[in-house]
């Protein structure tokens, strides 16, 4: 069996965002939070508990990720700002410009660079979600900091869900092209 070229506790991660942040966009869709109207209440304000419930789960995936990202080296590659890096980035764009798809490397500037925009898309989301289980009431209006904490919480799930669908769309691109993606990334034993 070939090793991954990720680290399994790289891929484990990955594996409980995708659970987490899947789980919270599809629950999205059918929730009611406290105090909004539902016709089919119980489906919505028990589908606004899991979405609490995978919330805070998620969160706790992306404190854990950005400290195992940052304990292995890797927010340079997440965010590829300095001059290796925008080189990087540069020469993978010129790459796309002639038509070609990318290697599947997992250390290329323009793949680390976008998935660091999906951890702080995540990120935002997560933490945005953290203060509206703070502020809203259970009961009656939410206050105005909550309102837009709400706001900013929905326009980064609109971004999470363009991420999402983006990223899947590349990784079966990037799977129908012949590389070992999908494969190496969810090969969830010890290897790596």
Same mark, same amino acid.
């Given at each position: 069996?070939? @090793?991954?070229?990720?680290?399994?506790? #790289?891929?484990?991660?990955? @594996?409980?965002?995708?659970?987490?942040?899947?789980?919270?966009? %599809?629950?999205? %869709?059918?929730? #009611?939070?406290?105090?909004?109207?539902?016709?089919?209440?119980?489906?919505?304000?028990? &589908?606004?508990? !899991?979405?609490?419930?995978?919330?805070?789960?998620?969160?706790?995936?992306?404190?854990?990720?950005?400290?195992?990202? &940052?304990?292995?080296?890797?927010?340079?590659?997440?965010?590829?700002?300095?001059?290796?890096?925008?080189?990087?980035?540069?020469?993978?764009?010129?790459? @796309?410009?002639?038509?070609?798809?990318?290697?599947?490397?997992? =250390?290329?500037?323009?793949?680390?660079?976008v998935h660091g925009l999906g951890? !702080?898309?995540? /990120? &935002?989301?997560?933490?945005?979600?953290? &203060?509206?289980? +703070? !502020?809203?009431?259970?009961?009656?209006?939410?206050?105005?900091?909550?309102?837009?904490?709400?706001?900013?919480?929905?326009?980064?799930?609109?971004?999470?869900?363009?991420?999402?669908?983006?990223? =899947? +769309?590349? +990784?079966? !691109?990037?799977?129908?092209?012949?590389?070992? /993606? @999908?494969?190496?990334?969810?090969?969830?034993?010890?290897?790596?």
């Amino acid at each position: 069996m070939a @090793l991954s070229r990720y680290h399994r506790i #790289t891929r484990w991660l990955h @594996l409980a965002l995708a659970v987490t942040v899947t789980a919270q966009l %599809l629950l999205s %869709l059918v929730m #009611t939070p406290p105090g909004g109207e539902d016709p089919v209440s119980a489906l919505g304000h028990g &589908a606004f508990e !899991l979405h609490e419930g995978f919330g805070l789960a998620a969160l706790a995936v992306v404190v854990i990720h950005w400290l195992w990202s &940052a304990a292995q080296g890797d927010l340079g590659r997440l965010f590829p700002w300095g001059p290796s890096g925008r080189r990087a980035v540069g020469e993978d764009l010129r790459t @796309l410009s002639r038509g070609r798809l990318l290697d599947a490397d997992p =250390v290329g500037g323009l793949a680390g660079a976008v998935h660091g925009l999906g951890l !702080l898309a995540v /990120t &935002a989301m997560a933490f945005t979600g953290l &203060a509206l289980f +703070a !502020l809203w009431p259970e009961a009656g209006e939410p206050g105005p900091l909550a309102r837009e904490v709400g706001d900013v919480h929905s326009a980064m799930a609109t971004l999470v869900w363009i991420y999402w669908f983006g990223h =899947v +769309a590349m +990784a079966v !691109l990037h799977h129908l092209a012949g590389h070992n /993606t @999908l494969r190496d990334m969810f090969r969830l034993g010890p290897a790596g």
